[in-house]
């Protein structure tokens, strides 16, 4: 997932649009951890970038996209570009 959110919108509220971008994300993040993993696959892991639009976005954590989500909603932006790609994850091995 690629995208900018706009947050202005004539009839809807800004709080309404930022709890559906919310709802957004959690729905792609759902719909990518439900598909069948390849063999040798651990899990699905994320790489999430968040910021005022593409060339300024940071990389975050996914466990940081909703914190990125109320920052942006505390700063009034009328818009922001969040990025989430998943990748194959591995666990490591902890043998004690």
């Known amino acids: 997932m690629k ?3 706009n947050l202005s919108h004539p009839k ?3 709080a ?3 709890d559906s971008v919310r709802s957004d ?3 792609y993040l759902k719909r990518e951890r439900n598909k069948e993993l390849p063999e040798g696959v651990d899990y699905w892991d994320f790489d999430c970038k968040f910021g005022p639009n593409a060339e ?3 990389v975050v954590h996914v466990s940081g996209i909703g914190k ?3 920052e942006g909603e505390r ?3 009328t818009s922001f570009y969040v990025e989430i ?3 194959p994850g591995h666990r490591l091995n902890q043998s004690n």
């Open 68 to 70: 990125a989500i109320d």
């Open 3 to 5: 995208k900018v959110f």
């Open 25 to 27: 994300v959690k729905k």
């Open 85 to 87: 790609l998943a990748k």
């Open 56 to 58: 300024e976005a940071k």
């Open 16 to 18: 309404r649009l930022v």
């Open 75 to 77: 700063q009034e932006l």
């Open 12 to 14: 809807k509220k800004f």
